[in-house]
C-alpha cells in the first residue's frame, strides 16, 4: 500500500497595490490528503538544452466540480509546484490525478 501524504493546493492571484505593481496572493487554499503516484526527477531535453526535470503526480480525491487552471499550485514539502495538468479519473478512492512542475 502506497501511503497518504498531505499537500495544500493554493489559488493564486495577482492584485495591483496602492503604485500600481502587480502582487501575488494567495485567494484560495485546500489542504487534502494524495498519494504520490510519480515521482520524476529525470533529464528533459527543452529546445535543445537538457535540464532537469523536477515533477510530481498525485492523485487526490476532490470535488468534482474543481475548477483548475494555471493560477493554482501546490504545496509538498514545503516547495511550490505548478500545475502543469489534471485529469478527472474515475477511481473508487481518488477522482483527480494532479501534475505538477517545481
Do not use: C, H
Request: charge should be positive.
Amino acid at each position: 500500500m502506497i501511503p497518504k501524504t498531505q499537500i495544500r493546493v493554493e489559488k493564486w492571484v495577482v492584485n495591483k497595490d496602492a503604485n500600481g505593481n502587480g502582487v501575488e496572493s494567495i485567494q484560495r487554499a485546500y489542504n487534502l490528503w494524495a498519494e504520490l503516484v510519480q515521482q520524476g526527477n529525470g533529464r528533459t531535453d527543452v529546445a535543445g538544452q537538457v535540464r532537469l526535470s523536477n515533477s510530481k503526480q498525485f492523485k487526490v480525491r476532490f470535488r468534482p466540480d474543481w475548477k483548475v487552471d494555471s493560477k493554482w499550485k501546490f504545496l509538498y514539502l514545503q516547495k511550490r509546484y505548478t500545475i502543469t495538468g489534471i485529469e478527472r479519473v474515475n477511481e473508487k478512492r481518488f477522482n483527480w490525478i494532479i501534475n505538477g512542475e517545481g
